[in-house]
């Protein structure tokens, strides 16, 4: 019964920003470190930012400076700010623990534009 939702994608051009959120349920939320993963389209799901129960956070190369995660553990959110976007960030977004180990959701979808 694990629900991970994802919401905020949509169409932004080169450099613009864009907000996603994940609502968590079904699972102890609070006890779980978090992560979003980025599918390009044709690539496999690759995590790009993590965020620890504490709110210790990590970052792949790729994104480091330009993307910020956080969460709201009384909410059950995790929310992950997108900034000064690029082409390459285009694909799916999907939010789980950061072992993969839950019900993957249908993810949201990003696109950037040049």
């Known amino acids: 019964q694990v629900q991970l939702v994802e919401s905020g994608g949509g169409l932004v051009l080169a450099g613009g920003s864009l907000t996603l959120s994940c609502r968590a349920s079904?699972?102890?939320?609070?006890?779980?470190?978090m992560g979003w993963y980025h599918q390009a389209p044709g690539k496999q799901r690759e995590l790009v930012a993590t965020i620890t129960t504490g709110g210790i956070t990590n970052y792949a190369g790729a994104v480091r400076g330009r993307f910020t995660i956080s969460r709201d553990i009384a909410k059950n959110m995790v929310y992950l700010q997108m900034n000064s976007l690029k082409p390459e960030d285009t694909g799916v977004y999907y939010c789980?623990?950061?072992?993969?180990?839950?019900?993957w959701g249908q993810g949201t979808r990003v696109t950037v534009s040049s």
């Open positions: 789980n623990g950061n072992s993969g180990r839950l019900t």
């Open positions: 079904g699972f102890d939320f609070r006890r779980t470190p």
